[in-house]
Nanobody, 125 residues
């Protein structure tokens, strides 16, 4: 079992920046692929970005590409989501997730095995 806890959410003005952290505990070895997802009110959960198990490859949704950056610090069992140039449409609850499988696309929600509780990001205009 893996437990994931997100932190770093809050209120920010449009154009601002925030960094989310996702701390993993429990059975964190071998490395998992890690993803970030978000869910806005009345909308389905959507893929934001992911980093593969080695940390050598990252993937992003088109809506955040060039603005968001994912990184992982395996020594700390932590994954980060650096968010720049935030927009009101980025307002959502952000979730981190971990998946055991090293095969398959990383943007599939159903492929993830463990989820955090989520953290709210609100971007004001």
């Amino acid at each position: 079992q893996v437990q994931l806890v997100e932190s770093g959410g809050g209120l920010v003005q449009a154009g601002g920046s925030l960094t989310l952290s996702c701390a993993a505990s429990g059975r964190t070895s071998p490395n998992y692929a890690m993803g970030w997802f978000r869910q806005a009110p009345g909308k389905e959960r959507e893929f934001v970005g992911a980093v593969n198990w080695s940390g050598l490859a990252t993937y992003y949704a088109d809506s955040v590409k060039g603005r968001f950056t994912i990184s992982r610090a395996d020594a700390k069992n932590t994954v980060y989501l650096q968010m720049n140039s935030l927009r009101p449409e980025d307002t959502a609850v952000y979730y981190c997730a971990a998946r055991r499988s090293r095969v398959g696309p990383l943007n599939e929600i159903a492929a993830y095995d463990y989820w955090g509780q989520g953290t709210q990001i609100t971007v004001s205009s």
